[in-house]
């Protein structure tokens, strides 16, 4: 019954089936029978629990059941304090409203690897890096409570699930490892 952290590369769909032109976790990881405990899209890196334990994988993705998963954002502009209680805050993003989260402004992580292909650079417009926390995760998500808020997302990141992140678990994109069921618990 292994429990995967995978650090999902830019641009990988996070399915095993193969797609032309794509790469998928296929490309990465060669372990039977192991599927996402939850979804990262296309433009979105980082963290993504895989497992062969359905009743594992209900536990970890289930709405109820949750773990919380934070987030590094790049955001087009510079995020004040107003936006950010705005994000934090029930945001009503017209077919649904997000629970209470926690976001706060950070500096650009030193240890983030460099995306390809890079952001793009605009010298008249700055950009801020934020970092959420969720106990939901919904489609796109993140990326609909920042432009809600006039900050649309140029790079998003998963660097926590639960109680395992990328600074106890240090992974490339690209890479895995094994971790223990109690790992994730953020309670444990």
Not at 10 to 35: G, H, M, W
Not at 66 to 94: C, F, I, M, S
Request: hydrophobic letters at 40%; charged letters at 25%.
């Amino acid at each position: 019954m292994p429990l995967i952290l995978f650090n999902k590369p830019f641009q990988v769909l996070c399915q095993f089936s193969p797609q032309p032109d794509r790469e998928t976790l296929a490309d990465y990881l060669k372990i039977p029978n192991i599927y996402p405990a939850g979804r990262l899209d296309a433009d979105s890196e980082g963290l993504l629990l895989l497992t062969d334990d359905g009743k594992l994988q209900h536990q970890i993705a289930h709405p109820e059941r949750k773990e919380a998963k934070t987030y590094l954002v790049q955001v087009d502009g510079v995020a004040d304090a107003d936006a950010l209680a705005r994000l934090q805050a029930p945001l009503d993003l017209g077919d649904f409203v997000t629970k209470p989260c926690r976001a706060v402004r950070i500096a650009e992580p030193e240890w983030l690897w460099p995306r390809n292909p890079p952001i793009r650079a605009r010298a008249e417009q700055p950009t801020s890096w934020l970092a959420i926390t969720l106990q939901e995760g919904k489609n796109r998500q993140v990326r609909r409570m920042t432009a809600a808020v006039g900050l649309p997302t140029l790079r998003l990141v998963r660097s926590a699930i639960g109680g395992i992140s990328l600074a106890s678990h240090p992974l490339l994109p690209g890479e895995w490892m094994e971790v223990s069921p109690e790992e994730v618990s953020s309670k444990g």
